[in-house]
């Protein structure tokens, strides 16, 4: 007999990027040369520091289950990295090690609503956030911004949202690199105080920044959640680890979860991790490689007729309008893969409603690998 597939798992929706990511493996193993624009990870490994780390931490230690929380040298590592980033003064205890940010989503929403709790985040955005939102139960609500506000969130969309219990904010933003001044920082976690809504900030971009300083939630926010990774600046997304700063009242509840859902974040990767913080030198230079790229793109695909582009503060996205050449992201990205061997992801992955009247380019390859993407979009016949 065949059981179903639970009401809730069937319901959940795809990843846009991921059926992308397949479509362009499926060209390549039939030949075609694709430039990869759709991949929204760092095309490099993890800085050589935490790879001797790694291998010196198998050479002496057992790679057993470790604390929940994390281990004691990493928080208290994480720790010194806001004092040494944002002049910011946190305890250890604070400091949560998760798998990767995504881990840091289940338990911060999974200890912060209840079953039907309503949630605002910004559209467009990061597609789990409102996938993972709906597998738990919880109502994820849209925030439609605009160009205007840099895709970002704002105290009106927010009071306009009706009764919400949560925010999720992202600075800066998967798809669009934008970023939330102190201002609105400020503005949107004193908002949210007031109305007793958990702000839950995903930094996950911090250090890959193209100007300014970035602003983290948790010198805003007393209540408010912090999720951070050693995914992107850090380029270690197999790695699978990142981190919250959480409110002291939290801390006992979410360790239960962490106990129960997952015993520990992976232990090599943890005490690999802890070398990450010295490797400042080599993973700056993976940020001016992004900023390179960003610039390149950003005259080159105007001649090629995608002329309508977000300018990113940071991240390693464009976020393009092109509703002026097609009302389907999804065909007109299958178009430019098959014809002209450049895989984008389509915008209805990070906006429901306006997305079939945008793409996301990723930036984080070899420069190289943009110029030859521009050099194929000129010559592509749409
Ligand atoms: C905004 C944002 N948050 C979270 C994640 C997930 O990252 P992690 O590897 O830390 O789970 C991503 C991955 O692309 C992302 O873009």
């Known amino acids: 007999m065949t059981l179903k597939v639970s009401q809730r798992a069937a319901s959940v929706s795809p990843f846009i990027v991921m059926d992308v990511m397949r479509a362009a493996y499926e060209r390549e193993v039939q030949g075609q040369n694709i430039v990869h624009l759709e991949v929204g990870q760092p095309s490099t490994s993890a800085p050589k520091g935490v790879i001797e780390a790694a291998k010196s931490a198998l050479d002496r230690d057992r790679i057993g289950y470790v604390d929940a929380l994390g281990i004691p040298a990493l928080r208290e590592r994480i720790a010194r990295h806001y004092a040494d980033i944002y002049g910011l003064s946190l305890p250890a205890e604070r400091i949560v090690v998760t798998q990767g940010s995504s881990g840091a989503f289940l338990l911060s929403f999974l200890s912060s609503f209840e079953p039907g709790d ?99 939630a948790a010198a805003y926010s007393d209540s408010g959640i912090v999720i951070n990774s050693f995914s992107k600046y850090f380029s270690m997304t197999g790695w699978r680890l990142g981190w919250m700063v959480v409110p002291p009242d939290m801390l006992r509840a979410i360790e239960c979860l962490a106990q129960n859902l997952f015993i520990s974040a992976p232990a090599l990767s943890q005490l690999a991790a802890i070398a990450a913080f010295d490797c400042k030198d080599e993973l700056d230079g993976h940020v001016r490689r992004y900023r390179e790229n960003r610039d390149l793109l950003l005259a080159g695909l ?69 110029a030859e993407a521009a050099r194929r979009l000129a010559a592509w016949k749409r």
Do not use: W
Not at 329 to 355: H, I, K, N, W, Y
């Open 302 to 370: 105007p001649k090629t007729g995608l002329d309508r582009l977000t300018v990113p503060d940071g991240a390693f996205y464009l976020y393009a309008d092109v509703s002026h050449l097609t009302n389907d992201s999804r065909e007109f990205c299958r178009r430019m893969l098959v014809e002209a061997g450049v895989a984008t992801t389509p915008g209805l992955d990070f906006d429901r409603q306006r997305g079939h009247g945008t793409l996301r380019i990723s930036f984080a390859g070899a420069t190289a690998e943009m």
């Open 118 to 216: 309503r949630v605002a985040l910004a559209a467009p955005g990061y597609p789990a956030y409102r996938n993972i939102l709906s597998a738990l139960g919880f109502e994820p609500v849209d925030l439609l911004a605009d160009i205007e506000h840099k895709f970002q969130p704002t105290v009106e969309l927010l009071r306009n949202a009706g009764r919400v219990e949560g925010l999720i904010l992202a600075s800066p933003s998967n798809p669009t690199g934008t970023t939330v001044s102190e201002t609105e920082m400020r503005a949107l976690a004193h908002y949210c105080g007031v109305h007793g809504i958990r702000l839950i900030s995903d930094e996950i971009y911090h250090g890959i920044l193209f100007g300014g300083a970035t602003v983290t």
